[in-house]
């Protein structure tokens, strides 16, 4: 029998299993055991937590219909966009999008259209012209009816792999098309690629079921159950970026090629993931019918702490449970709806980052190498970076971070810190409030015990002047939640009198650390208040407006927000204003575009 982690579900069914390619990535971000709950869909559905959410939170989902539209009902790309826009991204049923994704998924549908188009115009040899195909493609081992279930008490297993099919006129050639919302991924692991290359070779045409007495899905049924014809001899998966209309062909074989790869690498990693019972907080406790019940993560409660660790109450309508971190508050305080399209849809222009986040990056990148090659001394001594480490940086800015770099080795927190102590470099921190139904996550840049405490340093890069005074907490929210998050779980363990949180803060000409000791009430209590002061309001927004400002110039959503586009637009008519940042990504050209700005 196998060790799948039965007390996070509320139902005892294990007969269906179904794998999508997300299951195949073992991304060590996720927590296994939840993945094995997930890989059971009729676990979870008995545990379904409640669900409101005043917009669409699947941002492919508009343009997947939008596709279909076109695909298989005949519409034009001007009508399909005309719907998209009137409906305001439901199609007749559903969640509106927000107004930002609508404009999204008005490029990436031009995008998409475009590419494809160009690609059927410049066939390689031996490539025929493909038809798009309505059905899914499913692969089904199932148990004969009268048979007991197996090992692991499954009856039927389905693997499916989620994107636009695409095959020749005589089905001798298939093409799966895997969408990304930024470039065509170029990273995805062997098991995912190979997963989705034997869905693509192997998987009958499907239709999807819902048992709405047991609200709960139902296996898949083949739409032509008795088809003699052959299966496909060459498939093609393509990777497609819908922020910048890239394509590129991940896999091109034939199905021998496909099981063979599958075999080799997908099989032992679906074992694995069937099997997983480890614990692993963070992102994935989002959606785990486990969190609150489960030991591994962190909970306010328990802690001598009051029951919440926001201390708010829970909002008037209850949300779809969510996880919020110091980037998320960031956001939302710039504008809601920067929030909501950046940090909630991913939606995320492909422009690159303003100069000064991009030195922040790049010397975190170095120093997070650094650290973990843990030397005696730790950043003391080391050698300058080689010059690779700035590419992409204008000179000037990477003059600066090398110099940061060089001021971080007086301050390094590892310089003879001793061999037994623990170090954690940029480790996943996740507490779960019982009262709000909320996953609080943060990434220490370094965390490590010193004599029985616990140290959580952050670093941050900054202009000339790197302190000018006044709340640390304040100038730095994500100190805030760090001291929150240091009273949960096996940080709060340590030894209080020794455990703080510390600031490094780095610029090119000097560099100080500042400490504060999260045990401090005063200093709880301002945490509380700086947190409560923004996630408040975010708790009970239900519009995401957005909120022209200062911000709008390096919105990673600006390229799909008209308000940000006028008040730039507006900014730049002044007397020496600076002129509107061009697109990300130049719009493609099939007969749907971008409203102007200004
Ligand atoms: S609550 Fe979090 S750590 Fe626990 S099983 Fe679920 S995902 Fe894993
Ligand atoms: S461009 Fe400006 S108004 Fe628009 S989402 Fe971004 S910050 Fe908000």
New binding site residues.
């Given amino acids: 029998m196998s060790n799948w982690?039965r007390p996070?579900a509320t139902s005892d069914e294990l007969g269906l299993i179904r794998a999508g390619l997300p299951l195949t990535r073992e991304d060590p971000a996720d927590?296994p055991?939840?993945l094995a709950v997930k890989a059971r869909p009729w676990l979870t559905a008995a545990s379904r937590l409640p669900a409101y959410d005043p917009f669409l939170t699947f941002a492919l989902k508009p343009l997947m219909t939008a596709l279909d539209r076109i695909e298989f009902h005949g519409r034009s790309p001007a009508e399909a966009v005309e719907e998209l826009r009137r409906t305001r991204g439901r199609f007749g049923r559903g969640r509106p999008a927000h107004d930002g994704l609508v404009e999204w998924t008005v490029e990436a549908l031009d995008r998409f259209l475009s590419r494809r188009r160009i690609l059927l115009d410049n066939r390689g040899p031996g490539e025929l012209p493909t038809e798009p195909v309505a059905y899914e493609w499913v692969v089904r081992d199932v148990l004969p009816v009268h048979a007991r279930p197996d090992a692991r008490g499954a009856h039927v297993y389905e693997r499916t792999a989620w994107g636009r099919r695409y095959a020749s006129a005589d089905g001798t050639q298939r093409e799966l098309w895997l969408l990304s919302f930024g470039s065509a991924k170029k990273d995805r692991p062997d098991a995912e690629v190979a997963a989705a290359a034997s869905v693509t070779a192997f998987g009958r045409a499907c239709r999807p079921g819902y048992d709405r007495e047991r609200d709960r899905p139902e296996p898949y049924t083949v739409v032509d159950p008795h088809r003699s014809a052959p299966g496909p001899s060459r498939i093609r998966v393509i990777d497609f970026g819908c922020g910048d209309g890239t394509a590129r062909t991940t896999v091109d074989c034939t199905p021998a090629e496909a099981a063979r790869d599958f075999g080799r690498y997908t099989e032992p990693v679906l074992t694995r993931m069937l099997d997983g019972s480890e614990?692993?907080?963070?992102r994935?406790?989002v959606e785990?019918s486990?969190?609150g019940r489960?030991s591994?993560?962190p909970s306010s409660a328990g802690h001598g702490e009051q029951a919440g660790l926001i201390g708010l109450p829970l909002p008037v309508r209850v949300r779809t449970r969510r996880s919020l971190s110091a980037s998320d508050l960031r956001a939302y305080a710039d504008c809601p709806a920067k929030y909501h399209l950046t940090r909630e849809l991913k939606l995320r222009s492909v422009r690159p980052e303003n100069p000064a986040v991009r030195r922040g990056r790049a010397v975190d990148a170095v120093l997070n190498e650094q650290h973990e090659t843990r030397r005696p001394r730790g950043c003391r001594g080391l050698a300058a970076p080689d010059e690779s480490a700035w590419s992409g940086l204008p000179p000037e800015i990477a003059l600066a971070a090398a110099a940061m770099v060089e001021r971080h080795a007086a301050l390094c927190p590892l310089d003879r810190l001793a061999p037994e102590e623990e170090v954690r470099v940029q480790a996943q921190v996740t507490a779960y409030d019982p009262v709000l139904d909320l996953v609080l996550v943060a990434k220490p840049d370094l965390l490590h015990t010193r004599r029985g405490g616990w140290v959580w340093r952050e670093t941050k890069t900054v202009g000339r002047r790197p302190y000018e005074g006044g709340s640390v907490l304040v100038h730095h929210p994500q100190l805030a939640l760090a001291v929150l998050l240091m009273r949960t779980g096996e940080l709060a363990d340590g030894d209080r009198r020794r455990s703080r949180i510390e600031l490094e803060l780095l610029g090119s000409e000097s560099a100080r650390r500042l400490e504060i000791d999260p045990w401090q009430p005063s200093v709880l209590a301002s945490a509380r208040d700086i947190v409560r002061r923004t996630a408040g309001p975010w708790l009970e927004e239900t519009v995401y407006r957005a909120v022209p400002g200062r911000p709008c110039r390096d919105c990673e959503a600006l390229d799909w927000c008209r308000e940000g586009r006028e008040h730039l637009a507006a900014d730049s008519r002044r007397p020496g204003g600076a002129p509107v940042p061009p697109p990300g990504a130049a719009p493609a050209a099939c007969g749907a575009s971008r409203p102007a700005a200004g």
Avoid at 279 to 282: D, F, K, S, T, Y
């Fill in positions: 982690p996070l927590c055991a939840h614990r692993r907080p963070g994935s406790c785990c486990g969190a489960c591994a993560l």
